[in-house]
Nanobody, 124 residues
Framework: QVQLVESGGGLVQTGGSLRLSCVVS?????????IAWFRQAPGKEREAVSS????????DYIDSVKGRFTASKDHAKSTVYLQMNNLKPEDTGVYYC????????????????WGQGTQVTVSS
């Protein structure tokens, strides 16, 4: 059974930093899986912020976070991270980790497994 558990959210001021973690169980990073970070702001649709694959070095970001967010993975710990720097109020939302055994995508329907989410709030 695949499970994803996020942590690391919190309240920070504009310009601050947070590092989110997503611990994965039910598969190893030796298997090919796509893992993405999504976020959902109040009243808005859930959007993919970053996506990567466990089987290669591919990592992608949406334009609004490029240069500020960095996704990474630790094979030994089966953990994916999202380092978020220079945070802005528009980064506020619930951040979710999601996984699929299919190819990388940016749509929620393309992902089969989801964590419970962690709240990120950036104050102005």
């Amino acid at each position: 059974q695949v499970q994803l558990v996020e942590s690391g959210g919190g309240l920070v001021q504009t310009g601050g930093s947070l590092r989110l973690s997503c611990v994965v169980s039910g598969f190893t990073f030796d298997d090919y899986y796509a893992i993405a970070w999504f976020r959902q702001a109040p009243g808005k649709e859930r959007e993919a912020v970053s996506s990567l694959s466990t089987g290669d070095d591919f990592i992608d970001y949406i334009d609004s976070v490029k240069g500020r967010f960095t996704a990474s993975k630790d094979h030994a710990k089966s953990t994916v991270y999202l380092q978020m720097n220079n945070l802005k109020p528009e980064d506020t939302g619930v951040y979710y980790c999601a996984a699929t055994a299919a190819l990388i995508g940016t749509l929620t329907r393309e992902y089969d497994y989801w964590g419970q989410g962690t709240q990120v709030t950036v104050s102005s």
